[in-house]
């Protein structure tokens, strides 16, 4: 790694009760004003760690210097090399982050959680660490320098020994991040998203009540939301009951049962009726990490529920004690698993600070709470969408759980916000997808960006799932997303923005390329996603070189999903094309076999997943094809004979220049398909 020694750690401002002292490092311990600083570096299979320690000299028992409760430890860091450019993600809200993309150090924002810096030859990634207590973030400052800024939520500490940072570097920005999380990964025990289980009902389509309804749900709507998806064969497979079915006094809960006026007769009876006349087969409910946003009303029948599981804060509120907090969720999710319920969506989690500053570490806070929320998920099989919890103390955090929302909330009376709304999904997905199944948010199919939002859940990666209110849902919108029986054909990872736009700020200028892959019978293909946000028509290229997982040395068919045509590359060439204001596009890249490609289902936007496999012998081509609809194989050569399922479908096969397609009947869930094409 060629940067290990680029960051020459030279000094630590450090803030107590009784001085502000500036303390110069010089290569070992150093002590000013009653201070002893030390940092330390160590390298390790290409990943450098940074750990500090800083100890306050207890002069008397009367006389106890110690450190405040907000940012007591500030660390600056000059750069041996200027960057060319940075990408600093920090939070713009206390549970999102968002990309900052800035020139200068000195204009990293606050409470950056990580950092990508273009240099000359490379990418280098920075990592301010959560410690056992302590967690650190970057900020600005002088121009070449790095500010770390380390906080515990609890003052009266004297000692810290923490790890600063890690650091990595490699070829692309993809590269450098993965390395450092693996490395995370094997020193730490930190689960990476490969090694963490989806929970099923997130592979299958979704309704979620919140933007249906917002608090005014009631038994009534969900069961008049249910009728419309049986009535339009919507194959929606689970429903989320978001905020509002509890009984709650002011912002705190007062019951763990359903409100007995929204739902008289609880969750069970409506659970069970909806399963048994609809294709929904799981249910879900929402509350906040801490019960509900500020915690458990006291003498409320919810504390009485919680037993001894919850603490009172120094502001007063009652929240889920971090060490005895398990009981808490256990005791919960019990009842609930009596009213039919099968997951929750736990909101709120970058509560931890407000929760427990001046009582727990935050650091070590969030592990706890993180622990005890998991405990009690345990009992519906760890399903749980995890949200508002991208700060890094959280994220590190979470022992197994497998699904992290990825960015603010879709907002569907701003059409103004489709713009930012991708901008943090795409950018986020750079490090969220190492550890997390992203979740991409819900959206609305009657919504003027309907169909911008559907392709970007198609290749986001993670769980889709809508929220339009009864009567609204357009089931076409839906459609190529999913099979008829509501799985969704996931691509394998989160969708991330080609390595040319890591550090451009694409909501100005050029064109956002969002890149993903997945299966296609024997090989792999992948696909790009243009989108143009800005405000005046964009050029743009896309190359299959530029998603990582395709062989650039490999010759591919370029299936343009919008204008349905295709075309040849080499996996170095780019096809160029050019974007209006709001316009997207979706490329496949398939690659070239003998006779041409199978793109699988064309009228899914993910459909070359459904090739299960194929096989190639002399001029026959022979797919085994999961699902129904359009199949589309591409090649220059002409069609002898076609058959499906052992049926002759030659003449009621299309083709359009290098594109023929097969209509399977709707009944098929697999089939084989046999092309032979004329010498």
Known sequence: MIALTSWNIEAVRQRNTRTKAFVPVNGGPSQSDGVTFEIKTHEEGGILKAAMSLSVKQETLTDV???????????????AETPEKITAYYLFKPWWTRPAFVGSTADIPEKTQIALFKMKDRVICVLPMVGKNFKATLAGGEPGRL???MTACLGGIADVNETLFYES???????????????LSGTTGLKL??????PEMFKYLGWCSWDAFYTEVTEEKIRAKAAEIREKEVPVRWILIDDGWFGAEEKMLADMKPDHIKFPNGF???????????????FGVWHALGGYWDGTAPGSTAEKQAGDSLMRNPAGRLVPDPVKGASFYREWYEILKREGIDFVKVDGQDAVPFYYKNVHPVADAARKISFSLESGTSLMGGAVINCMGMAMENILARPSSAVSRNSDDFLPAKEESFAEHLLQNAYNAVYHNEIYCC????????????RKHALLRAISGGPVYVSDRIGATEAEVLRPLAYADGR???MARSAQPAEDCIFMDLMKEGALKLTNYGSCGAGVAGGIAVYNLTGEAQNFSVSPSEVPELDSNETYLVYDFT??????????????????????RWYVFLPKGKNGSCAGLTDKYAGFTAVEASFTAGDTDTVVLKGTGNVTFISERKIARVTAGGADVTSGTVSEGNLHTVSLPESAEKTVITVTWKE
């Open 169 to 183: 570097c490699g070829p692309t920005a993809a590269e450098a991040v993965h390395a450092l999380f693996v490395h």
């Open 488 to 490: 969704i054909l996931m």
């Open 193 to 198: 998203r490969k090694n963490r289980t989806l």
């Open 439 to 450: 979740d991409w948010d819900m959206f609305w199919t009657s919504h003027k960006h309907a």
């Open 65 to 79: 210097p110690f450190l405040e409760t907000d940012d007591p430890v500030t660390v600056s860091v000059p750069l």
């Open 563 to 584: 204008g349905r045509k295709a075309s040849e590359l080499s996996g170095s060439e780019a096809l160029t094309g050019s974007l209006e204001a709001d316009d997207y």
């Open 268 to 282: 069970k009876a409506m659970t069970d009726d909806i399963r048994k006349g609809t294709s929904v087969d799981w």
């Open 147 to 149: 500010v770390f800024k």
